[in-house]
């Protein structure tokens, strides 16, 4: 098999199959077959697999299909593409003591090779040809039922060799669409097929073309930051999956790392992992607000949309607080220094602007938002209330200053360390106030507490530095704060 993605089951690696080469002996041929049946137990199902085909674009065209071998009686043998595929008692086997969790069932040869041994279930597409050896029906279009198959051998990558079959027979005959015409006609039918081939392959370049350029115009694919520093990996199925679960509530992790350095120097490394059901959940959160009528004011919106956001992932972001806690205790940092770690963190993430409608709406706008825009830099779309929740923003990290200053919220009021969210609607803005007895002259008095603020939307500012231009702590409102 050659996997496109491995995951991790419980200590046991399974991956995506792409098989490349199937042997199939010991052929049973079934009158019919249950598909609720096939579904008990652990199995494989694949829609369709198909043989790999001789000729000058073989290579371009047969992609990650395989070579299906089927040896039948009196030493005969044919290839074909088999469809309604399952494969039983190969996905791994159940544990006793715990039957939600398996073991990979399969060996490994000394070269890589993956070898599984099973039974599978598959039907034949039999157009109209000569009789087809093993295969007969009296209605030559209908699909055949072929069933119970033993001995089944998958070999996956570590050798770009493909074994012959265990016993040399005589290939007699090989069928394969279209040469049931023969002849010269074969020869056209052959030359017609590639030429519908390219015909479609140029429609889909063309397609591909046109969607490549609208999308461009949603999220604009240019670095946003350092990326070097800012890595998210590609998701793995959690290890506490049932996989006999429906396929569409299957819950992926996604690994994360952050590397960055603080105002004195220090680096820092975080490693942590998010679930997409979680994030998931996280996302419903926005459709109460998708209509913002009923509120007698934006900062009334704002605060509602804030405190529900922090208050649903507030259990969600226990992770990341235990981590930032241990880089705390690691390099004893005292309370100022650890609210400047989370900070900085938070200021290497890449930046993009979240809009609640398309990104080509938003460009027509004036001021920031429009020369942003202008300069083709990258944003996220159609995301209801324009602002990512806690944990959406630990997912994706994509946001800009309200959903940056959300996430810092949640991190550093669990961490005991006061704060609040600013918004002003006269620039158009959002930033943290971290309540400490520090920051400079600008501050704003919180529930008796002085809360300096700080940009979280770009690196170097430290607590109480905002932009010059937004100096006028008059035209800031608390939208949100915990002392």
Not at 222 to 244: F, I
Request: net charge negative.
């Amino acid at each position: 098999m050659r996997p496109t993605q491995t995951t991790f089951v419980h200590q046991s690696a399974f991956s995506h199959a792409f098989p490349e080469w199937i042997e199939i002996t010991d052929l049973l041929r079934l009158e019919s077959r249950s598909p609720e049946a096939e579904k008990v137990g652990d199995f494989l199902a694949f829609p369709s697999l198909r043989a790999r085909k001789p000729g000058l674009l073989a290579g371009l065209f047969n992609t990650g299909q395989a070579e299906i071998v089927i040896q039948g009686d009196q030493g005969r043998v044919f290839t074909e593409d088999l469809h309604q595929s399952v494969l039983i008692r190969q996905s791994g086997s159940r544990l006793p003591h715990n039957p939600v969790i398996r073991h990979a069932t399969h060996t490994t040869t000394e070269s890589g090779i993956q070898i599984f041994t099973g039974i599978i279930y598959f039907s034949i597409w039999v157009p109209t040809l000569p009789a087809v050896p093993m295969v007969t029906t009296s209605d030559p279009t209908q699909t055949i039922p072929i069933g119970r198959i033993e001995n089944i051998t998958i070999d996956t990558p570590g050798s770009d060799k493909i074994p012959e079959p265990k016993t040399p027979v005589s290939v007699d005959p090989v069928f394969r669409l279209g040469h049931a015409l023969g002849g010269c006609l074969a020869s056209i039918f052959s030359l017609l097929k590639w030429g519908f081939y390219l015909f479609l392959l140029l429609l889909f370049l063309g397609f591909l073309a046109g969607l490549l350029k609208q999308s461009g115009e949603e999220v604009v694919p240019e670095d946003a930051g350092n990326t070097e520093t800012v890595k998210s990996g590609k998701k793995r199925l959690n290890p506490e999956q049932d996989t006999l679960a429906p396929v569409p509530t299957w819950d992926y992790l996604t690994d994360h790392e952050i590397q960055w350095e603080d105002f004195e120097s220090q680096n820092y490394l975080a490693r942590y992992t998010t679930s997409s059901k979680l994030f998931q959940q996280s996302q419903k959160l926005h459709t109460p607000f998708a209509n913002p009528t009923g509120y007698y004011s934006a900062m009334q919106y704002w605060s509602a949309v804030y405190s529900e956001f922090s208050q649903q992932d507030r259990p969600k972001m226990d992770s990341l607080v235990r981590l930032f806690d241990g880089l705390r205790r690691q390099y004893r940092l005292s309370v100022p220094a650890t609210a400047e770690m989370v900070i900085t963190c938070i200021q290497e993430i890449p930046y993009y602007l979240i809009h609640d409608g398309t990104c080509s709406a938003a460009s027509q706008e004036s001021g920031f938002i429009r020369s942003y825009h202008a300069e083709r830099k990258p944003c996220v779309p159609n995301i209801i209330a324009g602002v990512q929740s806690p944990y959406e923003f630990a997912h994706t990290l994509k946001g800009d200053c309200d959903s940056r200053s959300l996430f810092a919220f949640n991190i550093l009021s669990k961490m005991g360390i006061p704060v609040s969210i600013w918004v002003s609607e006269t620039y158009g803005h959002s930033v943290l106030g971290v309540g400490l007895g520090q920051g400079g002259h600008l501050y704003k008095t919180v529930g008796g507490v002085r809360h300096f603020p700080v940009e979280l939307t770009a690196k170097g500012f430290r607590l109480g530095m905002i932009s010059p231009d937004q100096g006028n702590m008059n035209n800031w409102d608390i939208a949100l704060y915990n002392n």
